[in-house]
């Protein structure tokens, strides 16, 4: 069975730096692109980027870019989403998720982790 | 950059047909993914390039695509269909959600 598992909530002040993760279990970790996608409170989902674990070839959009750091271990099936320096407007919740490939250069995420809530305030 | 465009809202009553929108310059052309997002839930896959549905998902669920709007209908609407939906393309755009309410 595929699984994604998240690390759990964090409250962080304004300028601290987080690191979370993705695990993957049930497939081959190294095979498939693994997305990160941003849900504030209340609104849509954000695709911020994607990494492919067996090379670390790392994408972002470039409304993230810069602002997060996406990486993985392969050694240990997990994926990890970083920011060095915390801003109130990143509290939301971040999926990760397993990219597939469809017809036409299109790709969706068939297998979401369960969220993690961060939530950065003074 | 490119825009889908999904109605805020759908209401429907139970066992009749919802149909969720999705709008976007010759999104026809372009092959078109469903999320369905219970409260407090991850997103889930309901279809895929267009029409093709994940494993377990109902056959209720059922998509379609041409010229600019694509299409999200779901047959026979129980209450556990209420949730938020996205259509997505591409990889790395989504519209802004629907909100489907189960009268």
């Known amino acids: 069975e595929v699984q994604l598992v998240q690390s759990g909530a964090e409250v962080k002040k304004p300028g601290e730096s987080l690191k979370i993760s993705c695990k993957g279990s049930g497939y081959s970790f190294t095979s498939y692109w693994i997305g990160w996608v941003r849900q504030m409170p209340g609104k849509g989902l954000e695709w911020m980027g994607i990494i492919y674990p067996g090379d670390s070839d790392t994408r972002y959009s470039p409304s993230f870019q810069g602002q997060v750091t996406i990486s993985a271990d392969k050694s240990i099936s997990t994926a990890y989403l970083q920011w060095s320096s915390l801003k109130a407007s990143d509290t939301a919740m971040y999926y990760c998720a397993r990219r597939r490939a469809a017809p036409g250069s299109s790709y969706y995420f068939d297998y979401w982790g369960q969220g993690t809530l961060v939530t950065v305030s003074s | 950059s490119y825009v889908l465009t999904q109605p805020p809202s759908v209401s429907v009553a139970p066992g009749q047909t919802a149909r969720i929108t999705c709008g976007g310059n010759?999104?026809?052309?372009?092959?078109v993914h469903w999320y369905q997002q219970k409260p407090g839930q991850a997103p889930v896959l309901v279809v895929y390039?267009?029409?093709d549905r994940p494993s377990g998902i109902p056959e209720r669920f059922s998509g379609s695509n041409s010229g600019n709007t694509a299409t999200l209908t779901i047959s026979r609407v129980e209450a556990g269909d209420e949730a938020d939906y996205y259509c997505q393309v591409w990889e790395a755009v989504f519209g802004g959600g629907t909100k489907l309410t189960v009268l």
């Open positions: 390039d267009d029409s």
């Open positions: 010759n999104i026809g052309s372009k092959s």
